[in-house]
Antibody, heavy 121, light 107 residues
């Protein structure tokens, strides 16, 4: 069974940091690009970041560039999102999503249940 | 950044009718467009990619069309489980891979 299980969400303080993880099972992790997508309460979907299958190429939305870092450990079948300099606009449900290709931008065919990040003092 | 604009914001449809949702890209993306369905409290589900290819397990009543900057998702014979929010996303070679703001299909 294909499964994406996010963790690491919770309360983050303004200016603080959080690290999200996404543990993957049920498919060959290092064959596919991976992405983070977020959804603020009551709002639409916002693509946040993507990483190629090898981990050699990373991409970011302008809203998080320079603050967030995406990475992956193919030996552990795990995707990460290091979130620094948190702001109110980062409060959201964060989804981990599998891409259909080795490079981001192929369509997101499998999604995790998400982990909630709340930024508040 | 490619801006994706969906219309209408809300679409009221009766069961059994056809729903037509639109998505416009701010520049030419060829056929690099995906559609997702999201029901309340659920994760998004990929319906269509490459503008017209149905994802695995998606019923034939969902169809996508268009190219360049104008795209359409058609749901033929709406069923009760189809009432949801639908998002388009450009998946071209140019990040960021932006989503539209969504169209809510309601009864």
């Amino acid at each position: 069974e294909v499964q994406l299980l996010e963790s690491g969400g919770g309360l983050g303080h303004p200016g603080g940091s959080l690290r999200l993880s996404c543990a993957v099972s049920g498919f060959t992790f290092d064959n596919y690009a991976m992405n983070w997508v977020r959804q603020a309460p009551g709002k639409g979907l916002e693509w946040v970041s993507g990483i190629s299958a090898s981990g050699g190429s990373t991409y970011y939305a302008d809203s998080v560039k320079g603050r967030f870092t995406i990475s992956r450990d193919n030996s552990k079948n795990t995707l990460y999102l290091q979130m620094n300099s948190l702001g109110d606009g980062d409060t959201a449900l964060y989804f981990c999503a599998k891409d259909q290709s080795r490079w981001p931008g192929g369509g997101l065919d499998i999604w995790g249940q998400g982990t909630v990040v709340t930024v508040s003092s | 950044e490619i801006v994706m604009t969906q219309s209408p914001v809300t679409l009221s449809v009766s069961p059994g009718e056809r729903a037509t949702l639109s998505c416009r890209a701010s520049r030419n993306i060829g056929t690099d467009l995906a559609w997702y369905q999201q029901k309340p409290g659920q994760t998004p589900r990929l319906l269509i990619y490459d503008a017209s290819a149905r994802a695995t397990g998606i019923p034939a009543r969902f169809s996508g069309s268009g190219s360049g900057t104008e795209f359409t998702l058609t749901i033929s014979g709406l069923q009760s489980e189809d009432f949801a929010v639908y998002y388009c996303q450009q998946h071209s070679n140019w990040p960021p891979w932006t989503f539209g703001q969504g169209t809510k299909v309601e009864i």
